[in-house]
């Protein structure tokens, strides 16, 4: 009997084993064939090193990764071509490129700073720029990049303290995107200020069409798109509790109210808000130069047009856009060459036509499109383009203003007691 | 020698069977548990995470949270919804099992073809469900305004109430095929001699129910139950998908707020909190589940 | 409760169309993304929503092919590794596990149930990061493993709760019988117990599988390289900074459905034997 209960408690110690040394040896066998994919992705050679920031010296060069978060395939492609010419054009650095989506991008690097597991280049979104400057994984770059051609708003958007922390990528703003027949047939002329706006989109408005769409969902693409109404009264976007904030904020909530907006906007992404215009669900709408490459595709006899956003006491519009920042204790001076490469100006142009974006170089964006092009409206309201913060806590104060806008478009506050609570969240992150 | 022997129980021997699995979990999940507490009594944020001193400032997170209108509304959120979607999920996944229970034709290959809305990514889910509770382009407000149930489109997602509702439908029509299958593997093991003796006995219908399926599957209900409470109380993707928390904060979910906190503020410990609070609450669920269940069978 | 019971013809026909009229009422979302799938972008924007594509669009399924860097068969055979991967894990860990729970009534049993609810108690979310550093320190950083040994941690808890019911329910003569005949008590769980039990060890491996297969965190944040993404990375492509492609992304759902409801319905004879054989005679 005794016996027997040790044979089974062998055998438990076996099974036990058996189990653990299973697993290992699957893991192994699995880890094998993980490389063998790896070497085998034949159709991208250049992504196939599997620990980038590890791989010190490989036979083609240092290694020096990126990483983007642009899924359209057109970004993509440009800047894979961009890559290879540059790892074609000299044998010292292997740049490679790794995707990495949008809504996973800060997290990504939030978790990859925790793990020191970097790229050693981030082409990442203009107003987070400082809160990774403030985190301290990105190498301080001051004077050992030109600047100076680059519009003043885009090169803020990466300097903190007086320090220069990265490189404009390329620019956008917002403008005025309207249906030039709906215009005509409603007899409308275009808008330039608040109440020919409103104006106008009642003329517009009809069963199956509102007025004008703005994308307005709670986060920082919200805010991004609400920022131009709330500067063009002259508030800022800390001192909001004021004639002006609640002005852009009642603005807001009166084109709601009187229906030419949807209240569905709150849901409608920059994309969303789009596809809502070429279907024709929507007369006027608030958004950037990106979407033109896929509104010629997609809805090719739709007559459009852009303008600047209407003001109230003055034009306004948000500067966006990506950053290039270089990590610190990565491979800073691979990064660098690579920058100072794909920064030259025949690159630029190269990407910046690929991608719809204007050159965050002044003096290459000035002469970057044809007096007809529709990007050009784009251009002219650069200039009144201003960037969000840089301020590491933008994100916070970003929540605030973006919560407040969600506010009187539900409904669920006024103007003034919206503009009050985010006052208050504001003052409580900026002293 | 005698030592060794009450070591080796008979009823020890079981910890040689649960030891493997119960040391994976304690690798795998242990370490991030014990982490996330530690990070929780820390003042992590954007400037400390990589470099700089993290002070201790032990419950000042907890404190912070209790004060904090976000925070108070995604706890209550949470637990309306956990318990909404619980209700409906499993009394219809119950009906269903019973249903095709029977042995009718069909009833087996459409009980496998119910299983489909778990092979779906839950993003994908998310995003048809928002789609079908558009307001204008949606097809649930032409429906029901076809049927005369309402006049004007509901805005279903821009609207507090409703977008609750909204979330609810898309979870529990993921939940019905969960509860549905589980309870079906449940009933299997039921011996159907059990019930010929009790049609014998002249038991009808609803007496057989609930004097013998529902007894006998009590432990297969309360396994379902619990895991469906955690899963559905820390819900991510739908919520973050279909609504990320609005329209007004109004649907945020503790695990949706404890991500925003994270990975969109840069206040990790914070966000970690609100994680551990989440914690905490299923902790008490668990250990609950714990009593009942182990209630009088130890010998 | 009428399972054993004979179905007259009448009741069988009445019960088949109710099933149907479930089945239409319950998967009419996904009929929804199948049209959606075949309208083109406009039309489904139009109001009021057409239930038929008035254009056939087939546009959206050529563009899961291949866009970009994303492969859908590359990526349907990550998925289907990482999946199965994890599936035997937590099949192997968890059938022990759960018959341990269920038979022995050993020291820090209780403990040990709870412990393994524990795990499943704290929102993704938080887990990535130290996840992330220890694959990393595992150096398993960037390969299908790390995302197989986070995917399995999902179905081991699950597989436990519901497995120990059923070895619970198991009669204990069985197994006595069994040492009667020679085993000791690891082949008769191996003979007897589990073969018993296949019904409840499918459904748990079912899960487990799907669990691992709806994944996106874990596959996205553990896994860099594009070619060794799941196929739930691939949502991205439709789903991002410049809006929802509708069309593409409901194809991209129609197409994720299919590879692995066919896999279901070709197992389908296997587990619905296992779920009728499985009825333990008492």
Redesign the interface.
């Known amino acids: 009997m005794k016996k027997?209960?040790?044979?089974?408690?062998l055998?438990?110690?076996a099974?036990?084993i058996g189990?653990?040394a299973?697993?290992g040896a699957?893991?192994e066998t699995?880890?094998a064939s993980?490389?063998a994919?790896?070497t085998s992705?034949e159709?991208?050679p250049e992504?196939?090193e599997?620990?980038v920031s590890e791989a010190e010296e490989a036979s083609a060069g240092e290694a020096v990764t990126i990483w983007y978060?642009?899924?359209?395939?057109g970004h993509?492609?440009a800047l894979d071509q961009v890559i290879q010419d540059y790892n074609a054009s000299q044998d010292k650095y292997e740049v490679t490129a790794?995707?990495?989506?949008?809504?996973?991008f800060?997290?990504?690097l939030?978790?990859g700073?925790?793990?020191d597991?970097l790229p050693d280049i981030a082409i990442l979104d203009s107003p987070d720029h400082a809160?990774?400057v403030?985190?301290?994984?990105f190498e301080d770059l001051t004077g050992k990049f030109d600047v100076g051609s680059y519009y003043e708003g885009a090169v803020n958007s990466c300097t903190v303290d007086g320090k220069l922390y990265g490189v404009p990528f390329g620019v956008n703003c917002l403008a005025l995107y309207y249906n030039e027949d709906m215009l005509n047939d409603a007899g409308c002329k275009v808008p330039t200020t608040w109440d020919e706006l409103k104006e106008t989109a009642k003329a517009l408005t009809t069963e199956?069409v509102t007025g004008l769409a703005l994308c307005s969902?709670?986060?920082e693409e919200g805010t991004f798109n609400f920022v131009p109404w709330l500067w063009s009264t002259g508030a800022s976007s800390y001192d909001i509790n004021n004639e002006n904030g609640i002005r852009a904020l009642a603005f807001i909530q009166d084109l709601v109210n009187e229906g030419v907006m949807?209240?569905?906007c709150?849901?409608w992404?920059?994309?969303?808000?789009?596809?809502?215009f070429?279907?024709?669900?929507v007369a006027m709408m608030e958004n950037g130069p990106?979407?033109i490459p896929?509104m010629q595709a997609?809805?090719p006899e739709l007559n459009w047009k852009v303008t600047l956003i209407p003001k109230d006491s003055e034009y306004s519009s948000v500067l966006g856009g990506e950053n290039y920042a270089v990590i610190n204790g990565g491979n800073v001076e691979g990064a660098l060459d690579f920058l100072t490469y794909s920064t030259s100006e025949e690159q630029v142009k190269f990407m910046m036509d690929k991608f719809g974006y204007i050159s965050a170089n002044q003096s290459i964006a000035e002469t970057q499109f044809e007096a007809d092009s529709p990007y050009q409206p784009f251009v002219e309201e650069l200039k009144y383009a201003m960037p969000r913060g840089p301020l590491?806590e933008w994100?916070?104060v970003s929540?605030a203003i973006s919560?407040a806008f969600?506010?009187v478009i539900?409904g669920?506050?006024t103007p003034e007691d919206a503009a009050a609570e985010a006052q208050a969240t504001i003052d409580s992150i900026v002293k | 020698m005698g030592k060794m022997k009450k070591l080796f129980r008979y009823e020890n021997i079981g910890i040689l069977f649960v030891f493997p699995a119960f040391l994976y979990m304690l690798i795998f999940v242990g370490y991030p548990i014990i982490r996330n507490i530690i990070l929780s009594f820390q003042d992590v944020n954007a400037g400390n995470l990589v470099k700089g001193t993290k002070n201790f400032i032990l419950f000042d997170n907890y404190m912070e949270l209790f004060s904090d209108n976000v925070f108070r509304s995604s706890l209550s959120n949470t637990l309306r919804y956990t318990v909404l979607c619980l209700v409906f999920q499993f009394i219809i996944g119950f009906a269903l099992a019973l249903f095709f229970n029977r042995k009718f034709t069909l009833a087996k290959p459409i009980r496998g073809i119910l299983l489909v809305p778990w092979m779906i990514p839950v993003t994908v889910t998310a995003l048809m469900f928002k789609l079908l509770f558009a307001t204008d382009i949606g097809v649930i407000n032409y429906l029901l305004r076809s049927l005369h149930l309402i006049d004007t489109n509901v805005e279903w997602l821009t609207t507090p109430g409703t977008a609750m509702f909204a979330l609810i439908c898309a979870n529990v029509w993921i939940g019905i095929p969960f509860n549905m299958i589980l309870i079906s593997t449940g009933l299997t093991t039921i011996p159907g001699e059990l019930y010929e003796s009790a049609s014998i006995d002249g038991a009808n219908k609803v007496q057989t129910f609930f004097r013998i399926t529902l007894p006998l599957l009590k432990p297969t209900v309360e396994s379902v139950l619990v895991l469906g409470f955690i899963y559905t109380f820390k819900v991510y993707d739908l919520v973050y998908v279909m609504t990320s928390g609005g329209p007004v904060n109004s649907t945020h979910m503790l695990s949706t707020y404890s991500y925003k906190l994270s990975f969109e503020m840069f206040k990790y410990s914070k966000g970690s909190a609100v994680a551990n609070v989440l914690l905490l609450i299923l902790l008490v669920v668990g250990m609950s589940y714990i009593k009942i269940t182990t209630e009088g069978e130890e010998k | 409760m009428d399972g054993e019971k004979r179905l007259s013809r009448r009741n069988n026909i009445i019960l088949c169309i109710i099933s149907l009229f479930i089945l239409c009422l319950l998967l009419f979302p996904l009929y929804w993304a199948l049209i959606t799938s075949l309208k083109m972008e406009r039309e489904i924007f139009q109001n009021p929503p057409t239930f038929y594509p008035h254009i056939l669009n087939l546009q959206s399924y050529a563009a899961q092919v291949e866009t970009g860097d994303f492969n859908m068969f590359r990526s349907f055979a990550n998925s289907f590794l990482i999946s199965l991967g994890a599936t035997v894990i937590a099949v192997l860990l968890a059938v022990p596990a759960s018959y341990g729970i269920a038979r022995y009534y050993f020291k820090g049993r209780k403990f040990m149930l709870l412990a393994f609810l524990v795990t499943q108690m704290l929102p993704v979310s938080v887990l990535l990061t130290p996840m992330f550093i220890m694959f990393k320190n595992m150096h398993v950083y960037n390969t299908w493993i790390a995302a197989m040994l986070a995917d399995a941690t999902i179905g081991i808890p699950f597989s436990i709760l519901i497995l120990k019911n059923y070895f619970a329910s198991i009669p204990k003569d069985l197994e006595e019988a069994a040492y009667l005949d020679g085993c000791n008590r690891f082949t008769a769980f191996g003979r007897i117990l589990i073969p018993i039990a296949r019904p409840g060890v499918m459904v748990c491996a079912i899960f487990s599988f799907l669990y691992a297969w709806g994944d996106l965190a874990y596959g996205m944040t553990f896994i860099l390289d594009q070619e060794k993404r799941p196929i739930t990375a691939g949502i991205f492509n439709f789903m991002g900074q410049y809006g929802t492609k509708w069309s593409y992304l409901t194809a991209f759902a129609v197409v994720t459905i299919i590879p692995v409801a066919l896999i279901f319905i070709f197992m389908q004879k296997y587990i619905v034997s296992g779920m009728t054989s499985g009825a333990v005679k008492g």
């Not at chain 1, 027997?4 to 408690?9: H, Q, S």
């Not at chain 1, 070429?278 to 669900?281: D, E, L, M, P, S």
């Open positions: 027997k209960k040790i044979v089974a408690l055998t438990a110690l099974v036990t189990l653990f299973g697993c699957e893991k699995e880890d993980g490389t994919s790896n992705g159709s991208q992504e196939s599997p620990e978060y642009w899924e359209t395939e993509q492609v790794k995707y990495v989506p949008f809504a996973d800060k997290k990504q939030s978790i700073a925790s793990a597991e809160s990774y403030d985190m301290g994984i199956s969902v709670q986060n949807s209240k569905e709150i849901n992404t920059q994309g969303d808000v789009m596809n809502q070429i279907a024709g669900n990106w979407q896929t997609e809805a590491a994100p916070s929540d919560l969600n506010q539900t669920t506050a």
